[in-house]
């Protein structure tokens, strides 16, 4: 995955229930910290344009050191 990283467990977004998130972006800055903020209940988003994009609701949040397991529906 490396540096920045965001992995999906699908490739279909409807079905998508678990997530991967680098702890580090591509720049290098540490977003452990940021993560560990995430709650359940709490919404994620990733936007590709206006128009496109994908919301999660998060059900659990795993610390794994380099990476974060996010459970989503």
């Known amino acids: ?5 965001v992995r999906f467990n699908n490739s279909a977004y409807a079905s ?6 680098q702890d580090s972006n591509s720049a290098g800055t540490t977003l452990g910290a940021y993560l560990n903020t995430l709650q359940v209940g709490d919404a994620i988003e ?8 994908a919301r ?8 794994l050191g ?3 397991t996010l459970g989503v529906t």
């Open 1 to 5: 995955m490396g540096d920045g990283g």
């Open 16 to 21: 998508v229930t678990t997530i991967w998130v």
């Open 46 to 53: 990733f936007k590709y344009t206006d128009s496109v994009f």
């Open 56 to 63: 999660f609701i998060i059900e659990s949040n795993t610390d």
């Open 66 to 68: 380099a990476y974060h």
